[in-house]
């Protein structure tokens, strides 16, 4: 295994420079003004709201946050065409939040940069729960941006959270704009901020070489109305990567997008709205992976319940689900190659490999129908360990007890583990369970949707675990 998973580690390697997007013109918006970092005191809740509780130091990065200031345009939306200005003038002040490293050796030049997530009327890093891990490792940067009145101005927003701090954040124009039509030129400001920083500079001495927009779900389907209605006018990021968004893309677009879908979205919408890969779009859909998985869940609850006071859904039998609730599939191994992919793609236009769909059988019904196997998994699509070589029923789907609980169990899938019966038929020895799960590893490395340092995790748990006798 360790040499293959070199020689694809060696091949991983990223070392040539992005050309400007084809689309560049010089009527962008200007930099906001940007100030900071804004330091952390003694007093409750005087830190960046959602502070990560990671050991950044102990992977040679540091946190900071800084508020970014300038005057915004609205934008129409119109679908699957290029908007228009509708008005401009509008001053605004909102927080990124920067988690880069220390040393310029450590970077690898290209900044991760997240909408955030406001589903809940407060600001939620789905991305940064899921890849944090790959992010530090790799010497990626990330920043997080306050980009929607939901994360400000709610009574659970920043504003109300600590005023002392958050008071005088702005993103309605002092009353005047009660929409989140300033959100797409703040996205594209926050950019500018990385790039073109005027005052403070947000990631220190540290050049980027390339720009990667994510968000996922509420902020992916944002992002994708921003790429196909906004960016074009502007664009400064040189992949949008849509992980879990329904919006569809537009064909025509020269800046590249990247699109994931879990098992749950298959279900839920993209079934009917898949769009065949093509130069400038990818789209990969995950077996067994949900909305809203246990590795996110479990990465984000503490930080979620010290800040904002309330528990995501609670994994396992005693959810308020039908089924145990959360699927295992590790989606973030998906993710982390789609963001390797993602620089590969910027900079050298090597396109990500395409992958195959799930096996949807029926696309008039919610849920869509998908072919199972005798364990009721999907089949088709990228295929992990989790689910080619299975100790347990994950899917992408679950049911609520009562309808308060039917749409967070439905996003949170389901975990359901096999009897020892059904896993002494499967794996009659402990060495056959691992060498099944070196096999199908190594296809998914070699098929590049999982990383070399993620297929070195998933056949060390393998090595660890009491599957077989």
């Known amino acids: 295994m360790r040499p293959l998973l070199l020689a694809c580690a060696l091949s991983l390697v990223l070392i040539s420079t992005p050309a400007l997007p084809a689309n560049a013109h010089l009527d962008q918006p200007g930099s906001p003004l940007v100030t900071g970092p804004i330091p952390a005191g003694d007093q409750p809740r005087d830190h960046p709201f959602f502070a990560t509780d990671q050991d950044l130091g102990k992977a040679g990065y540091v946190e900071e946050e800084y508020f970014i200031e300038g005057t915004a345009s ?4 119109p679908d699957q065409a290029t908007g228009t200005v509708i008005d401009s ?11 880069r490293p220390i040393s310029p050796k450590k970077f690898n030049g ?8 406001v589903t809940n009327n407060f600001d939620y890093e789905v991305m940064w729960s899921r890849s944090f891990r790959h992010l530090l490792d790799e ?13 400000v101005h709610t009574p659970t927003g920043l504003k109300l959270w600590n005023p002392a701090r958050y008071g005088d954040l702005d993103l309605t124009a002092g009353g005047a704009v009660t929409d989140d039509g300033l959100a797409y030129d703040v996205f594209t400001q926050a950019a500018k901020a990385l790039t073109e920083p005027r ?16 968000g996922q779900s509420q902020s992916a389907s944002r992002l994708a109305v921003y790429a196909n209605s906004v960016h074009p006018l502007a664009p400064v990021y040189d992949v949008i990567t849509v992980v879990d968004g329904g919006v569809q893309i537009r064909t025509d677009l020269s800046t590249k997008v990247f699109k994931t879908a879990s098992e749950y979205d298959v279900l839920a919408n993209q079934a009917a709205r898949r769009q065949p890969t093509g130069d400038r779009y990818a789209y990969w859909e995950i077996a067994g992976a949900s909305h809203s998985d246990r590795h996110a869940y479990l990465v984000n609850n503490p930080i979620r319940l010290r800040d904002a006071g309330v528990s ?3 994994a396992g039998p005693t959810a308020p689900c039908v089924s145990p609730a959360r699927s295992n599939v590790p989606y973030e191994y998906v993710l982390n190659a789609m963001f390797d992919h993602s620089v590969r793609w910027a900079r050298d236009n090597r396109q990500p490999p395409a992958a195959p769909l799930l096996e949807v059988t029926d696309t008039t019904t919610s849920p869509a129908v998908v072919t199972r196997d ?23 789907w679950n049911l609520g007890l009562t309808d308060a609980t039917a749409s967070a169990c439905r996003q949170g899938g389901t975990w359901i583990p096999f009897d020892e019966t059904t896993l002494d038929a499967l794996y009659p020895s402990h060495r056959d369970y691992v060498a099944k799960v070196r096999a199908a590893t190594e296809r998914n490395l070699r098929a590049g949707f999982i990383t070399w340092r993620d297929a070195d995790r998933t056949i060390r748990d393998a090595e660890r675990s009491r599957v077989g006798r």
């Open 74 to 77: 609205r934008y129409t939306t």
């Open 89 to 99: 003038g509008h001053p605004y002040r909102t927080r990124i939040v920067v988690r």
């Open 312 to 314: 995501g859904l609670l």
């Open 374 to 396: 005798a364990y009721q998994l999907a089949r088709g699509g990228i295929r992990l360990a989790a689910v080619d070589v299975p100790t347990e029923r994950n899917t992408g």
């Open 110 to 117: 290209t900044a991760v940069v997240e909408w955030y997530n």
């Open 199 to 214: 005052g403070a500079h947000p990631l220190g001495n540290l050049k980027v070489r390339t720009l990667i927009a994510t």
């Open 139 to 151: 010497g990626y940067a990330w920043v997080g941006v306050s980009a929607q009145r939901n994360g």
